[in-house]
């Protein structure tokens, strides 16, 4: 698995972790972009409203409109990106560590 902090660390940062979950701070400015990382099943909080280009490991790619202090479900995926819009990006993710029924591959992106 390839951790966002490990390819993107100037992007996401650990803010809490314990034996069940890890909480992610993710930032970046317009027009920049991600490597190719994995999430496992996860919450996600916006703080700032943005837009961004999801692209599956597969080449499909979904544009997000996102307004702040949305609360979405994020089904384990693995994802590149890119700030499409003209405003930061600022999220927390909460990425559970138990593992369920794997849903993987899913739901690209927020739902």
Known sequence: MT???TSDPDKYRVI????RVRVLEYRDDPGQTTSPHEHPDSLMYTLSHFQRRLIAGNGESRDVVLEQG???WLDAQT???ENTGSTPTHVLFVEL???GESAFGRTLGPS
């Open 97 to 99: 560590k138990e593992s």
């Open 16 to 19: 809490f972790e314990n034996e």
């Open 79 to 81: 994802h590149s990106g």
């Open 3 to 5: 951790d966002p902090t």
């Open 70 to 72: 949305e609360v979405r």
